[in-house]
C-alpha cells in the first residue's frame, strides 16, 4: 500500500494551530471531515474515538513523531491526514519529547488488513531518519504531498 492510497491530500495541515495533543487531533479529523472523507455527522464521534484510543496509549512513537489512529464503524475506507506543529505538542511519547509530526489515521471496523497495511507503509518510512527529517521541515501541503509521493516511488529515499 502506497501513501497516495490512504493519504487525503487536501487535509494536510502545515501549521497547526492547536498545541494540545486532544487539540491536534480534533484539528486533523476535522480537516478529514471537511475534506468529505467521515460521512456526513460523523466527525464528533471520532474525534471522541481517536482521543479515547490515546487516552489507553499513547501513540507517540518517539523521535518527533505520533500515529494517531482509530477504526469507526462509519468509515468505509482508510483514511490518513497529516498535521505538524513548529513548535511541539505534548503526546506522553516513548522517548518524553515533544511531537512536531502527526499522522493521523482512520480505518473501516471490518477491513483490519487494510488498517495494517496503511500502519506498515507508515512505519516503514518513519523509521528512516532522512524520511523524518524531510517531513519535519516541509512548510507546506504541497512539500508534504510531493515527499509522500516521492517515497511511494522510492521506499528506501
Do not use: W
Amino acid at each position: 500500500m502506497k501513501f497516495a492510497d490512504f493519504v487525503c491530500f487536501e487535509a494536510i495541515i502545515p501549521k497547526l494551530k492547536s498545541t494540545s495533543r486532544d487539540g491536534a487531533i480534533t484539528e486533523i479529523v476535522s480537516a478529514i471531515d471537511k475534506a468529505g472523507k467521515l460521512g456526513k455527522g460523523n466527525r464528533e464521534e471520532i474525534i471522541k474515538a481517536a482521543i479515547k484510543r490515546e487516552k489507553e496509549a499513547s501513540t507517540g512513537i518517539g523521535k518527533g513523531v505520533a500515529i494517531p489512529h482509530v477504526k469507526h464503524p462509519s468509515v468505509k475506507n482508510v483514511v490518513a491526514a497529516i498535521g505538524q506543529s513548529s513548535s511541539g505538542i505534548d503526546f506522553s511519547s516513548l522517548d518524553k519529547q515533544p511531537v512536531y509530526s502527526v499522522i493521523l489515521l482512520i480505518s473501516p471496523v471490518d477491513n483490519p488488513d487494510r488498517h495494517l497495511q496503511a500502519m506498515e507503509n507508515i512505519f516503514k518510512h518513519l523509521q528512516q531518519e532522512k524520511f523524518r527529517k524531510f517531513l519535519r521541515q516541509s512548510e507546506t501541503a504541497s512539500q508534504i504531498e510531493d515527499l509522500l509521493r516521492e517515497a511511494d516511488e522510492n521506499p528506501f529515499m
